[in-house]
């Protein structure tokens, strides 16, 4: 009788699939959804909209008409595109319109002309918000004020996010820490809520989506390197625990930075490289022209993904 039966890799199955995963992060961002529309209103309901349906959309064409292959917008990856690049935009009504713009950069050139999910070095989402920072930035800089729960409207009255307060004024007229843990501030309205972010992450977390080691290391890395400068000079520099629950560090530590294509394999490598995000996005909010920096440093690391995985590879199997 043969024992052996030789067949080539993956030697080692799961019931785990790309549309799983994809669907479990979908659902991990349901509470800030929840949270943008009630602070926001119908304005962050319709950019949402927007902007899923024009990346499934486009995904969609390209992978039928462009690369002529099997379609897999139905394993929610374009979904996932969708939500992220809504999250990081101001809830105004102009992006309504632009956000279909960026959802073309995002899948076209974040995603598809890479070959499509799982070949893309870039997170599409961010690729696409950096375009639309890039090519429209007064839209894109436009916040609008956070109003009382449900504000059924699209009207919108332009305010400020925290970290332009401070970058403008210092910290005279900076919100309170409560106010920033819930989501009563201006910014992108899928970073507002720490606590609506938390909830997701921890979801992921539990379903084993995504491990500790990028999220603690870029949270943890942030929060010691603006603390060092705070304790430095507490009037020039934000105290550490507002620079973590203001802007995008929370969404992009848990959301983005994750992303299993463009981040690396290993925990080491995913702890450097987390370290590197927290690193630059406290370099960029502090010195460089943005307040807000957590897309950049992030793109710039998935750049050095390659390099983290060639490094720190993990351990292979003893012969």
């Not at 972010?197 to 890395?221: D, E, N």
């Not at 983005?256 to 690193?279: E, H, N, R």
């Not at 370099?283 to 943005?290: E, K, L």
Request: net charge positive; with cysteine; hydrophobic share 50%.
């Amino acid at each position: 009788m043969n024992l052996l039966n030789i067949s080539g890799s993956p030697h080692v199955h799961s019931d785990e699939s790309t549309k799983k995963i994809m669907w479990r992060v979908n659902l991990a961002l349901v509470p800030m959804l929840l949270c943008g529309i009630a602070f926001f209103g119908l304005n962050a309901l319709l950019i949402s909209i927007v902007s899923v349906v024009c990346c499934c959309l486009f995904q969609w064409l390209i992978e039928k008409y462009l690369l002529k292959v099997p379609t897999t917008v139905c394993d929610g990856s374009a979904v996932v595109t969708g939500l992220l690049l809504a999250f990081n935009v101001p809830a105004t009504a102009d992006m309504i319109w632009l956000i279909a713009i960026g959802a073309l950069v995002a899948i076209g050139v974040g995603k598809m002309t890479f070959g499509g999910l799982g070949k893309n070095p870039f997170n599409p989402a961010l690729v696409g918000r950096v375009f639309l920072l890039i090519s429209f930035p007064v839209q894109m800089t436009t916040w609008p004020t956070v109003g009382k729960w449900f504000p059924m409207t699209l009207d919108t009255t332009s305010g400020a996010t925290p970290l332009g307060i401070f970058k403008e004024s210092g910290l005279s007229d900076m919100p309170s820490l409560m106010d920033a843990f819930l989501g009563h501030v201006g910014g992108s309205f899928g970073e507002v809520s720490a606590i609506a972010i938390l909830i997701g992450a921890i979801y992921l977390l539990c379903r084993k989506v995504i491990s500790w080691h990028i999220p603690v290391a870029f949270i943890g890395t942030a929060f010691l390197f603006s603390g060092i400068l705070w304790l430095c000079n507490p009037e020039q520099f934000l105290n550490p625990v507002m620079t973590i629950f203001t802007g995008g560090i929370m969404l992009g530590a848990c959301f983005m930075a994750t992303d299993m294509v463009t981040s690396p394999m290993s925990k080491l490598a995913q702890i450097i490289f987390g370290c590197g995000c927290g690193l630059l996005t406290i370099i960029i909010r502090n010195w460089g022209a943005y307040p807000e920096g957590v897309s950049f440093a992030i793109l710039l690391m998935n750049a050095v993904t390659p390099l983290l995985n060639r490094w720190c590879k993990p351990a292979r199997f003893a012969c």
